[in-house]
């Protein structure tokens, strides 16, 4: 076959994940913060084609298109084999005219590369019209064995429980991706029969009915890591385990320093600018931004928020969704911060909490300090101008606003604006009594 530009791609994802134990479709259990089906969808929009359809049960269909929106869901009423939800996709595959590319929903970690190198490889192969990816599993046990010919085309696909003694030495497997070029495919699955125990439709009849129609099929192989998938929540897991080595890679190879890659935990969008140090035992919730020169000190929280330029954080450090952290900014030991903007310079270093707050230019925010953001049914801002001091123990009841220079005495709880430049103590005056604890003792 001469290679072809378009691309189609058909991803799996009629899979209950019964052995998940969950309410949850399977391809919609998280890895690095996203959905597994959304870590596919990105590496099939990477290879150049908005070309995408997921094929899916009845059962599963309205939550997954949640997540795969605007592509087409196809409906897989019965769960007869892999080879039978391919056929659901036959109605779209026949209006194609170059590659189809098959994936599967739980199949995250397949790289652009790896996938590209394929599709090009059985492009380039004029011979093949039909090409199934590989793989040499150090322990083939419970693959299917590729057979193959003296010029390594696959003649064959043996399932475990059928392969004799001889068949079972065979360590080239199938890792269930494959691609043909969709005139002929569409042929091919409607030769696909159930005539077997299960009843069901396999696409390891391909390469047989494939040759039978004098078309050969070839092989290409991936590594390993990037095959697995997940049926139980232990496999789960395992793949979390894998995406956290390769982001936690990417990270260090972009200019990152991370003391102890293994206790710092990423999502796929996590952005880490260079020279970034990031000590043990961090978490980085989705919609995460660092900018260069960032210090992110031991068991932070971090979730939903822009950090610019120089920025230290922790350590025991929480910044929740819409953080915005300008240059120079520090947030200190046991500091929550939530829908707050701290402008260039600004800190709070202490056992403080900022909801719903804007922080001007170089103030800070002492320990033990709380915006009193929520008043039981509604929330309110408290805007903090620049150069304000507040005190330690100071309560700021929203909505409040506290202008440039402004001065808080320690202890104040404060419901009404104070002025630029001026001093604000709200607390109660102290009573001294000479002697009195001498005389409470006797």
Not at 113 to 136: P, R, V
Not at 306 to 322: D, I, K, N, Q
Not at 408 to 420: E, P, R
Request: overall charge negative; aromatic content about 6%; charged content about 20%.
């Amino acid at each position: 076959m001469t290679a072809q530009n378009s691309l189609t791609v058909i991803i799996l994802a009629a899979g209950q994940g019964t052995r998940m134990r969950s309410a949850l479709p399977k391809v919609l259990h998280h890895i690095a913060g996203e959905p597994m089906i959304t870590h596919v969808l990105r590496t099939a929009e990477s290879l150049g084609t908005k070309d995408i359809y997921i094929v899916a049960s009845p059962t599963n269909a309205a939550m997954i298109e949640k997540h795969t929106a605007p592509y087409t869901t196809l409906i897989q009423e019965e769960a007869l084999g892999t080879g039978h939800a391919v056929k659901i996709a036959s109605v779209v595959i026949s209006k194609a005219t170059g590659t189809v590319l098959v994936l599967y929903g739980d199949g995250p970690l397949y790289t652009s590369e790896t996938l590209q190198d394929f599709i090009t490889a059985f492009e380039e192969n004029t011979d093949a019209g039909l090409g199934f990816l590989g793989m040499n599993p150090d322990d083939p046990t419970g693959y299917g064995r590729m057979q193959t010919d003296k010029e390594g085309y696959v003649t064959r696909i043996i399932e475990e429980k059928e392969a004799s003694d001889g068949e079972k030495k065979i360590d080239l497997c199938w890792t269930g991706v494959m691609c043909a070029y969709a005139p002929p495919l569409v042929e091919w699955l409607a030769n696909i029969n159930n005539d077997n125990n299960k009843g069901e439709y396999y696409l390891t009849d391909l390469p047989e009915i494939a040759l039978n129609d004098h078309f050969s099929t070839m092989t290409s192989l991936c590594p390993m890591d990037e095959t697995l998938g997940a049926n139980t929540r232990a496999e789960l897991a395992e793949l979390e385990a894998k995406m956290q080595d390769k982001l936690r890679a990417k990270a260090m190879k972009n200019g990152a320093t991370l003391i102890d890659p293994n206790t710092v935990y990423l999502c796929e969008d996590t952005e880490i600018g260079k020279d970034v140090i990031i000590e043990p035992n961090v978490f980085f919730g989705t919609g995460v931004k660092i900018g260069d020169n960032c210090h992110i000190k031991a068991f932070s929280h971090i979730e939903g928020a822009t950090l610019e330029t120089g920025v230290v954080v922790g350590p025991f450090a929480r910044l929740r969704p819409g953080t915005v952290l300008k240059d120079n900014v520090k947030i200190g030991n046991f500091v929550e911060v939530k829908n707050t903007t701290f402008g260039k310079g600004a800190k709070a270093n202490h056992l403080t909490y900022v909801g719903d707050a804007d922080v001007g230019a170089e103030s800070n925010i002492g320990a033990g300090t709380i915006t009193c953001n929520y008043d039981g049914k509604n929330k309110h801002k408290t805007t903090i101008g620049e150069g304000v001091f507040v005190g330690s123990n100071s309560t700021l009841i929203a909505p409040i606003t506290l202008e440039d220079g402004a001065y808080i005495g320690a202890g104040s709880t404060l419901s009404k604006n104070v002025a630029s430049g001026a001093l604000a103590v709200a607390r109660s005056r102290a009573i001294i009594k000479d002697g009195w604890a001498t005389r409470k003792k006797k």
